[in-house]
Every structure is written in structure tokens, then in C-alpha cells.
């Protein structure tokens, strides 16, 4: 699964990269290096109707519109590119409502005992990248009020993340951005291939405190701050350590 994210570059940086303009921000257009689920996050979606990408805040957690209540979100931060046209909580989704979850990086955990320790992923040139996510409209039946929500597609890991974890996000090359979106025609088939595990060589893995951890922990730039190697062997590289290699 993916439970952490990270995206701290401005908007205005994300909007050019993703060539879209910026629409519903609900917060302050500062850093965050330790999204959690539940929390607004930055998404990419295309409206037909002025046949632009749009920048917008929406709710980490989809929220389908026949839940009662917003507590499904806390089950829905993911969903599993094999599954995802499928489950009811989604299939609407994947058919008509298709977005991507603007990101730096991303978080993994690696079970040592009973501690988890957590794991930075990013792209070795640190440029911002496109998650497949699926949004979803949501009317509060309380209150009358509408809340758009978003999820993360996961898939099976590569060589590098699944040194430490089966799951990761979806990330999606830039040349299928139109299809994923929905300005180009696509196939329900076709748009299952593009949920394929990233390939491990454009990216890198490093130890992070497992401060970040604790709800409220830091969200600053110290959270992705190498520490020593927890000393768990990368398979099949004699001597070599996670955090070290790739680097």
C-alpha cells in the first residue's frame, strides 16, 4: 500500500509540469514531506467541458457516493490496480472519474521484529511525478454539502521497493497522462496495462527517521533526512545495505 507521501515543490511549478491551471485549493501553498491519509492533496484532472487540467486540493480517501458516512475513507486510501475496475467502491470511478496524485516521493515501511522502518522512494533527478488516482463526488447526506475525494492506485512492487515492501504506487509516465486522464480515447483494457509496476532504475530508496511515523510527527524537510543504516542486506548484493546503494 502507499500510507505517506511526500510533495513540496509550489504549485505554480506542478502546474506548468503537469501543464495545467490551478483551480480548488483549499490550503496554504507550503511544503509537505509527510502527507497522511485523510489530509488534502494535490491532484491532477481533466474538466471536458473547458478541455483543461485543472489543479485541485481533494480529500486523501475516496469516498464513494453511496457511503453514508466519510469513515469508509480511512479503507479507501488505495486501490489495487488488479481489482480497481471491479469493486464497487471504484469501478465508477475507474470508468468516468480518473485523476493523478501529484507527488515527490513516496513512503514504504520494512518490518524489523515489531518495529516498522520507514523508507524514503524518489526519482533520482528529485523531479515531481504523476500517480494514478481515481476521484469521486461524495454529498454529505447531514449537511448537503459535496466533498470530492481521490484514492491511489497500487500495483505489485519492482526489484527496488520490494526489498522492503509487496505494494507500490502507480506511477505513470508523462506520455500516458492523456489516455489516464481521459483527453484521449482508451479502452478499459488499455487503460488496465498503464497500472504496471515503475521501473526500479530511475529511482531511489534511502532510511528516514521513524519519528515520521507517530500521527502529528514532523512535516518539514527533516523528515527526509538520511539516517544510518538499519541493517537489513539487499538480496542477491553481497555486503551491500538498503539506503546505500542507488544512491
Same mark, same amino acid.
Given at each position: 500500500?502507499?500510507?505517506? #507521501?511526500?510533495?513540496? @515543490? &509550489? ?6 509540469? #503537469?501543464?495545467?491551471?490551478? @483551480? ?12 497522511? %491519509?485523510?489530509?488534502?492533496?494535490? *491532484?491532477? /484532472?481533466?474538466? &471536458? ?14 469516498? %464513494?457516493?453511496? $457511503? ?6 480511512? /479503507? =479507501? ?20 472519474? /480518473? ?42 447526506? =447531514? *449537511? ?10 497500487? +500495483? ?30 482508451? +479502452? %478499459?483494457?488499455?487503460?488496465? $496495462? ?14 528516514? +527517521? ?11 524537510? =527533516? ?6 543504516? %538499519?541493517? $537489513? ?13 542507488? +544512491?
Amino acid at each position: 500500500m502507499c500510507g505517506r #507521501f511526500f510533495r513540496h @515543490g &509550489p504549485r505554480e511549478d506542478a502546474a506548468n509540469s #503537469f501543464r495545467a491551471v490551478i @483551480g480548488e485549493i483549499l490550503g496554504g501553498d507550503t511544503g509537505r514531506y509527510n502527507i497522511a %491519509p485523510t489530509q488534502q492533496v494535490l *491532484t491532477v /484532472r481533466f474538466n &471536458p467541458k473547458t478541455e483543461q487540467r485543472t489543479l485541485d486540493d481533494l480529500h486523501w480517501g475516496l469516498i %464513494p457516493s453511496f $457511503a453514508k458516512d466519510k469513515k469508509i475513507a480511512y /479503507r =479507501t486510501i488505495n486501490a489495487r490496480a488488479e481489482t480497481v475496475d471491479t469493486m464497487a467502491s471504484y469501478r465508477t470511478a475507474f470508468a468516468k472519474r /480518473r485523476c493523478l496524485i501529484v507527488a515527490d516521493g513516496f513512503f514504504e515501511w520494512k518490518a524489523f521484529g515489531k518495529k516498522k522502518q520507514p523508507y524514503a522512494i524518489a526519482r533520482k533527478d528529485r523531479a515531481s511525478f504523476g500517480i494514478a488516482g481515481l476521484w469521486e463526488n461524495w454529498k454529505d447526506p =447531514t *449537511t448537503g454539502e459535496w466533498l470530492r475525494s481521490c484514492t491511489i492506485v497500487t +500495483s505489485a512492487a519492482n526489484d527496488l521497493v520490494g526489498q522492503i515492501h509487496e505494494r507500490m504506487p502507480v506511477i505513470l509516465e508523462p506520455a500516458s497522462y492523456a489516455k489516464w486522464l481521459g483527453e484521449e480515447d482508451a +479502452s %478499459p483494457a488499455e487503460l488496465k $496495462a498503464l497500472l504496471k509496476p515503475y521501473e526500479a532504475g530511475p529511482l531511489v530508496m534511502w532510511p528516514v +527517521s521513524a519519528a515520521m511515523n507517530k500521527p502529528g510527527g514532523p512535516d518539514d524537510e =527533516t523528515v527526509l533526512d538520511r539516517i544510518d543504516d %538499519p541493517g $537489513a542486506p539487499v538480496p542477491g548484493v553481497r555486503g551491500a545495505r538498503l539506503g546505500t546503494q542507488r +544512491s
